[in-house]
């Protein structure tokens, strides 16, 4: 799910974990065919820096979730880690999760999709593809401030 170059260069995931990820991420975003896979963006590299600077209490909780995504499909029947299942059974374990009459692990599954989420939109060629140009917004910013005479 992400590309050997990109594992090389993790800070604090393991190539395991980060491949997790990966498949959460692509499962909650369901990119394709409009917007470009995760393995095109910087998802996993954001969360892994992110991770880097976290907390080491965050750190090793994060972990956890992600292994405990990885292997709860086994537990609730679907056959599989949550790797192996295809697409569709991926978004139907989590949509279970949303489901679930436990308000922790609900809480926890909004946690990893909300991590997911602001990975890979928050990649420069997403935003740009979703029509948000974060240089045109500095550029147009820093303009305004000339015309009207305000410090830089």
């Given amino acids: 799910m992400i ?16 491949s997790i990820f990966a498949c959460v991420t692509d499962t909650v ?8 896979p995760v393995i095109e963006t910087d998802a996993v590299a954001f969360f892994d820096r992110w991770m880097g600077r976290s ?15 990885e292997l709860a499909p086994l537990a609730q029947g679907f056959g599989a880690r949550l790797r192996r299942l295809d697409t569709a059974e991926r978004a139907r374990f989590l949509s279970e999760i949303d489901g679930s009459p436990l308000p922790l692990l609900r ?17 420069d060629r997403v935003m740009l593809r979703v029509g948000y140009d974060a240089e045109a917004n500095l550029t147009r910013a820093r303009d305004l401030r000339v015309r009207e005479g305000r410090p830089g």
Avoid at 3 to 18: N, Y
Avoid at 29 to 36: S, T, Y
Avoid at 107 to 123: E, N, P, R, W
Wanted: hydrophobic share 45%; glycine share 8%.
């Fill in 107 to 123: 809480q926890l599954a909004k946690l990893v999709k909300g991590f997911a989420l602001l990975s890979y939109y928050g990649d």
């Fill in 55 to 69: 907390p080491r209490i965050n750190r090793v909780g994060l972990r956890g979730l992600l292994y405990v995504l």
């Fill in 3 to 18: 590309a050997p170059a990109s594992a090389a260069q993790l800070t604090s995931l393991s190539g395991r974990e980060a």
């Fill in 29 to 36: 975003v369901a990119p394709e065919p409009q917007l470009p």
